[in-house]
């Protein structure tokens, strides 16, 4: 049994998705990085909020959670790779979200890349906030 696919509707929806992932970049980048403590990137370990005495239900609840949305977006932004869309921003915002070996060493390592430490602080500024500290590297 073949379903019959509308082209049309299928670029509609995969335009759609798009749009949104930019609206949420460009909304959720910002208010990440502005309550980011100064010396996130500049500690030699993530120390993570799971950690800490409180609800571990709650922490349980909000880890899978976060792991679900952010393999959500690897899955669209390689889909918008080879379809209209920002594929990359999509993909580099799921694996930024999802919880993995080495995630620390990534996020530490793009910051590195020329520009980028000075784009977060232009951020930061922007909202009040004191730049990021100078990862060592």
Excluded: C
């Excluded at 792991?67 to 669209?76: H, K, Q, R, Y």
């Excluded at 999509?90 to 995630?103: R, S």
């Amino acid at each position: 049994m073949e379903i019959p696919v509308d082209v049309h509707e299928l670029l509609l929806i995969a335009s759609g998705m798009s749009l949104g992932a930019v609206i949420l970049a460009l909304v959720g980048v910002p208010w990440v990085v502005i309550r980011l403590p100064a010396d996130y990137f500049s500690q030699p370990e993530r120390h993570t909020w799971r950690e800490s005495d409180g609800e571990p239900l709650f922490a349980v609840f909000i880890g899978l959670l976060k792991n679900m949305v952010g393999a959500i977006l690897v899955v669209l932004g390689l889909i918008m790779l080879v379809t209209p869309g920002q594929g990359l921003l999509t993909l580099l915002a799921g694996l930024l979200l999802m919880n993995f070996p080495g995630k620390y060493q990534l996020e530490r390592w793009l910051v590195l890349r020329p520009g980028m430490l000075r784009a977060l602080n232009w951020l930061r500024g922007r909202q009040g906030q004191a730049p990021f500290d100078h990862p060592d590297t």
